[in-house]
C-alpha cells in the first residue's frame, strides 16, 4: 500500500474539485462500456427515454439515481452491467417547439413542405435534445454511452414499422371514423391516458327548446352551450312520465332551426337536471353512442383548432369555441329561451401536452385492437414474472387492463413514425407494408405518425441493434420509472414483450415515489416550488444531493423536499471525508505525517482485541442487511444501513476507540490498528460507492497509488463473511457504549466541563481490563474503581445501565450549593408549567372545542414535562 502525498488531501472536502474530474476519468476509461460476455452473467437496465424537449428536474435525480445505484451495485457485484441510455423523439412537445421557433422566424409550418418541416426539427434535435444527458452527468450516471439510442434512429424506425406491419396483417390495427380526444392546440388526436380532469367552477344553462306545432318547450341543460349549434336529437328515459307523451315528437332547435327529433333512450338519467338531454353526437362521446343507437345525424362543428366550421350559421363561423359559448347565450336569452342559469362544478378533460381542454371529436383515426393483445401481458404480472415495487401497483395494472380499451394510435403530426401505409390513386386500396410500394408513383402515403408510446413501448427490445445483443441482454433486468406512466409505457412494454418476443421486458418495476414540497404540493415551475437542480449540485455537490433523495424516499411514498434536506447527504459526505483523512494523516508518506505509522499488510490479523472484533461483526452483519435491503428494492432502508454504519459505528464510535492504541501502542501495534482501519474504511466505501460514487472514489484513490483505469466502480463488492460475526465482542462494546454515555450524559446534566477529569465508580464484576481501558480513554476519567459491592458514595450522581451502577462523586466539580439551587429553581418552574397544561386537559370545554392536534400536543407536553420532573428529581436526590 502506498499513499498518496498528505499534501494532496485538502481538509474540507470540496465537491467541484473532484466530481468533474473522476467523471471525466470514468469516461476516458470507457469503464461503463458493456460488450456481450457468456462468461458472465448481464445485468441490463434501459433507461426510461427522456424527451429531446427535457431539462433536468427534481424527479429525473431520484429516478435516475435509483438506476445508478442499481447498475453500480450489479457491477461492482460481477454481473455485466449495462445501462444503455437514449432520448425520445416526443413528437407533440417537439413539434409544438420548432412551431414557435419557426414562429420567430415568421414561418408557419403550412407554408413549407412536410420534409422541410422534418428537416427544421432535426436541426432542433442536435442543437437541443440531449441536454439533459450532459446535465445527468454532472449526477454521476454510469451509463454506456456507447449505446446511447434514440427513437427515431434508423435501426429503431425500422423496428417500430415493422411492429405496426405486423399487428396490421394479424388484424390488431385498424382504421376507423371513431370519437376520439381532439388537441386543439396540437391539432392531433390524443389518447385517453394523454388527458387529465380538472375540476372547474363552471355554469349549467337550461334552454327552452320548443315542440313543432305546439306550446310546449322542453328544456335541456348544458355546460357546453356551444355545442347545441351541432344538436341532432333529444332523449329522455322511457320511463319518465314527464315526457312519455311527447316522444316520437319534432323539436325546433334554436338559433339554427334544424328539426330533430326527441326518442327514448335508458342512458338518460331522469333524475338528473330535467330528465331530458340535448345529444351532440359529433362532440360528446355518450352522446355519439346514443347517436349511432339511433341513426342521427352526426354534424361536426367544429374545425382542428377548435374554432367553428360551415356547419353552423353564418354569424356563428370561424370563432374561437368559447367566444361562440358567449354569442350563443346571449341569443337564446334574446330569443327567451334561457330559462336559467345555476353555478355548476365540473370535471373538464385537459390534454396533458396542450393544457388546453380537449374536444370530443369525430375523426378518421389508426386504432389498436387491446383485449385480446393484453392476456398474456397480464397474466406476466399476476403470475409473478414481472414483479412491481411496491406490489400494491399489480391491482391498479390488473384493473386497468382488464378494462382496457382499443388505443388510438394515430396522431396528426409530421414529426414521428410515419404510418407504413400507402393507398392507391386510382382505388384507394391499402399497401401495407415495410418497404413503399415499387410502383409508388401510382400511391400516396398516410399523413398521420404514432403516437409515441406506440414507438417507445419497444423500447426494452430494441435499443438493442443486433440479434446476438438482444439474446445476451434481454430481458432486462430493473425498469425504474414514475407511477404516472404505469399505463401509457409499462403496460405497453409488456405487451409488446409478450407479444412480438415470446417473453417479458423486464423482471422487475420499480415505481419512483412523487417528489413534493414541504407543503405537499407537487414540483411545478408554475408554483415556483421546482429547484434547480443543477444548482442544488453546485451548492451542494452531486453525490449529497444523490444520497439525501435516497434517504428521505420510502418506496411507494410522497417524498417531500426542500433544498434544506440536502445537507443530510452533504453532512454524510464530511464525515467520510474527516474519517478518512484522520487515517491518512497518521500514515508514513514522503511528507512527515502526524504520526508516521507505516502500513502493513502482514500484520492485518495481529493485536486484535474486541474493538476489531466487533467492528468486523458489524460491518459484515451491514453487508447483509444492506444487500438484503437493496435486494427487497427498499432503498431508503439501504441508505439508513450504511448511513449507521458508517456515521455511528465507524467514524463515532471505532476511530474513537482506535485512537487509544493508534497514541499509546506499540509501533507494531500501531501499524496493525492502522492497516486493519484503512483496510476496512476502503470496504466500507464501496458499500457506500453506489449511492454516493464520486467521494467514495476520491478517497479510495487517495489511499493508495492507483494504476491507469482503477476504479472503485469496478472493484469487487464486500461480500458477506458469517464466520465474522461475533455476538459476544458485539455485547461487550455495547456494554461499553453504554457506560460511556451515561456517563457523558452526567457531565452534561451536572454542567461538569468536557476538559475536567472525573472519578467513577462501576458497581459490577462484569468489567474486562479491556473495557476498562476504553471506558478511560473515550470520557476523561482520573480514577476508574470497579466493585460490585461497593456502596454508593455521597453527593455523587448516578446512572444504570445493564446491571451496572454508574456513580460519579460531584464534590469539587461543581458547587454543590449553587447546583442544588439551580435545579429546585427549574423543579419549581416545570412544576408550575405542568399545572397549567394538567387544568387544560381536564377542561372539558377546552378538551371538547381544541382541534385534535392541539389536544395531543397539549399531551406531548405533560408527559415530556412529567418526565424531566421525574429526572430532576432525582438528580437532586443525587447531590444530598
Known amino acids: 500500500m502506498h499513499p498518496k502525498n498528505l499534501a494532496d488531501i485538502p481538509k474540507a472536502y470540496s465537491p467541484k474539485d473532484v466530481e468533474d474530474k473522476w467523471y471525466k476519468y470514468w469516461y476516458d476509461y470507457n469503464l461503463y462500456h458493456s460488450d456481450v460476455d457468456e462468461t458472465k452473467k448481464s445485468y441490463t437496465i434501459v433507461i426510461p427515454p427522456p424527451n429531446i424537449t427535457g431539462i433536468l428536474h427534481i424527479g429525473h435525480i431520484l429516478n435516475n439515481t435509483l438506476q445508478d445505484i442499481y447498475i453500480r451495485y450489479k457491477r461492482m457485484s460481477g454481473y455485466n452491467a449495462c445501462w444503455v441510455p437514449g432520448i425520445d423523439h416526443a413528437s407533440i412537445a417537439t413539434e409544438a417547439k420548432v412551431v414557435a421557433m419557426l414562429k420567430e422566424k415568421h414561418i408557419t409550418k403550412d407554408s413549407i413542405s412536410r420534409e422541410e418541416f ?4 432535426y436541426e432542433w434535435k442536435e442543437k437541443y435534445g440531449g441536454i439533459i444527458f450532459q446535465q445527468l452527468r454532472k449526477l454521476g450516471v454510469s451509463c454506456d454511452w456507447q449505446r446511447e439510442r434514440f427513437t427515431m434512429d434508423d435501426h429503431y424506425y425500422k423496428k417500430v414499422t415493422e411492429a405496426f406491419v405486423k399487428l396490421y396483417k394479424e388484424g390488431y390495427i385498424y382504421r376507423g371514423y371513431r370519437m376520439v380526444n381532439w388537441d386543439p392546440a396540437s391539432k392531433s388526436a390524443i389518447s385517453d391516458e394523454e388527458v387529465f380532469y380538472k375540476e372547474v367552477q363552471g ?9 313543432k306545432d305546439s306550446k310546449e318547450f322542453v328544456i335541456v341543460a ?5 355545442t347545441m349549434l351541432g344538436d341532432t336529437g333529444i332523449a329522455v328515459n322511457p320511463d319518465d312520465e314527464r315526457y312519455k307523451h311527447l316522444i316520437g315528437k319534432i323539436v325546433v332547435l334554436p338559433i339554427v332551426g334544424r328539426e330533430i327529433p326527441l326518442f327514448a333512450d335508458e342512458y338518460v338519467d331522469k333524475e338528473f337536471g330535467t330528465g331530458a338531454v340535448k345529444v351532440t353526437p359529433a362532440h360528446d362521446v355518450n352522446d355519439y353512442e346514443m347517436g349511432q343507437r339511433h341513426k342521427l345525424e352526426m354534424i361536426n362543428i367544429f374545425n382542428e383548432d377548435a374554432t367553428t366550421n360551415g356547419n ?8 374561437d369555441r368559447y367566444e361562440v359559448r358567449e354569442k350563443v347565450i346571449t341569443r337564446m336569452e334574446e330569443l327567451g329561451l334561457l330559462h336559467k342559469v345555476d353555478n355548476y362544478t365540473n370535471k373538464v378533460g385537459y390534454s396533458q401536452r396542450g393544457n388546453v381542454p380537449i374536444e370530443p371529436y369525430l375523426s378518421e383515426q389508426w386504432f389498436m385492437k387491446m383485449t385480446q393483445l393484453s392476456f398474456p401481458a397480464i397474466k406476466a404480472v399476476l403470475d409473478g414474472k414481472v414483479k412491481f415495487h411496491p406490489e400494491h401497483w399489480t391491482k391498479t395494472y390488473e384493473h386497468w387492463m382488464t378494462n382496457i380499451r382499443d388505443w388510438c394510435i394515430s396522431r396528426q403530426l409530421w414529426w414521428g413514425h410515419r404510418i407504413p401505409v400507402w393507398y392507391n390513386k386510382e382505388t384507394h386500396e391499402i399497401y401495407c407494408e415495410v418497404e413503399q410500394p415499387d410502383d409508388i408513383e401510382n400511391y400516396y402515403q398516410d399523413d398521420d405518425v404514432l403516437d409515441t408510446w406506440a414507438s417507445s413501448w419497444l423500447w426494452a427490445q430494441d435499443v438493442f441493434t443486433n440479434e446476438h445483443d438482444q439474446k445476451y441482454y434481454y430481458p432486462t433486468d430493473l425498469l425504474v420509472t414514475a407511477p404516472d406512466i404505469i399505463f401509457f409505457w409499462v403496460a405497453r412494454m409488456i405487451i409488446a414483450g409478450m407479444h412480438f418476443m415470446d417473453e417479458i421486458p423486464f423482471k422487475d418495476v420499480y415505481f419512483t415515489s412523487t417528489v413534493r414540497d414541504t407543503q405537499g404540493r407537487k414540483m411545478s415551475k408554475s408554483l415556483g416550488n421546482s429547484p434547480d437542480p443543477l444548482d442544488l449540485i453546485a451548492d451542494y455537490g452531486a453525490d449529497a444531493l444523490r444520497f439525501t433523495m435516497t434517504y428521505i424516499a420510502p418506496l411507494g411514498q410522497d417524498v417531500h423536499f426542500s433544498n434544506e434536506m440536502v445537507e443530510i447527504g452533504r453532512n454524510f459526505a464530511n464525515k467520510m471525508w474527516n474519517a478518512g483523512r484522520f487515517l491518512l494523516m497518521n500514515l508514513a508518506s514522503r511528507q512527515t505525517s502526524a504520526q508516521n505509522i507505516k502500513l502493513d499488510p502482514s500484520l492485518k490479523n495481529k493485536h486484535i482485541d474486541f474493538t476489531d472484533r466487533w467492528i468486523l461483526s458489524r460491518f459484515n452483519k451491514t453487508i447483509k442487511e444492506f444487500t438484503d435491503a437493496l435486494d427487497r428494492f427498499e ?4 441508505s439508513k444501513i450504511v448511513y449507521s454504519y458508517v456515521w455511528n459505528d465507524f467514524c463515532d464510535w471505532y476511530v474513537e476507540l482506535s485512537k487509544q492504541r493508534l497514541y499509546q501502542g506499540s509501533e507494531e501495534e500501531k501499524s496493525a ?20 460514487p464520486f467521494i467514495t472514489e476520491e478517497i479510495w484513490q487517495l489511499f493508495d497509488e492507483k494504476k491507469a483505469g482503477e476504479s472503485i466502480s469496478v472493484s469487487s463488492f464486500p461480500k458477506f463473511n458469517k464466520d465474522s460475526v461475533d455476538e459476544n465482542s458485539e455485547k461487550e462494546i455495547l456494554f461499553v457504549q453504554d457506560v460511556v454515555t451515561a456517563i457523558r450524559n452526567i457531565r452534561g446534566e451536572m454542567n461538569i466541563s468536557p476538559a475536567r477529569a472525573i472519578n467513577v465508580f462501576l458497581k459490577t464484576d462484569r468489567v474486562t481490563e479491556e473495557q476498562s481501558k476504553y471506558i478511560k480513554s473515550l470520557v476523561r476519567i482520573d480514577e476508574l474503581k470497579v466493585n460490585a459491592h461497593m456502596e454508593k458514595p455521597k453527593a455523587s450522581a448516578s446512572a444504570v445501565v445493564k446491571g451496572c451502577d454508574i456513580f460519579i462523586p460531584l464534590e469539587g466539580l461543581i458547587d454543590l450549593n449553587v447546583e442544588r439551587t439551580r435545579i429546585e429553581k427549574e423543579i419549581a418552574r416545570i412544576s408550575g408549567s405542568l399545572e397549567g397544561v394538567k387544568k387544560k386537559l381536564t377542561n372539558e370545554g377546552f378538551v371538547a372545542k381544541a382541534p385534535a392536534d392541539v389536544i395531543e400536543r397539549e399531551r406531548m407536553k405533560m408527559n415530556d414535562w412529567e418526565k424531566a420532573l421525574e429526572k430532576l428529581k432525582a438528580i437532586l436526590e443525587d447531590l444530598k
Open 118 to 121: 422534418l428537416k427544421y426539427c
Open 203 to 211: 355554469k349549467l344553462w337550461h334552454f327552452k327548446y320548443p315542440v
Open 222 to 226: 348544458t355546460t357546453r352551450p356551444e
Open 312 to 319: 353552423v350559421p353564418k354569424e356563428f363561423r370561424n370563432l
Open 635 to 638: 432503498v431508503n432502508a439501504a
Open 673 to 692: 490498528v492502522l492497516t486493519r482501519a484503512i483496510l476496512l474504511f476502503e470496504e466500507m466505501l464501496k458499500l457506500v460507492h453506489p449511492f454516493m
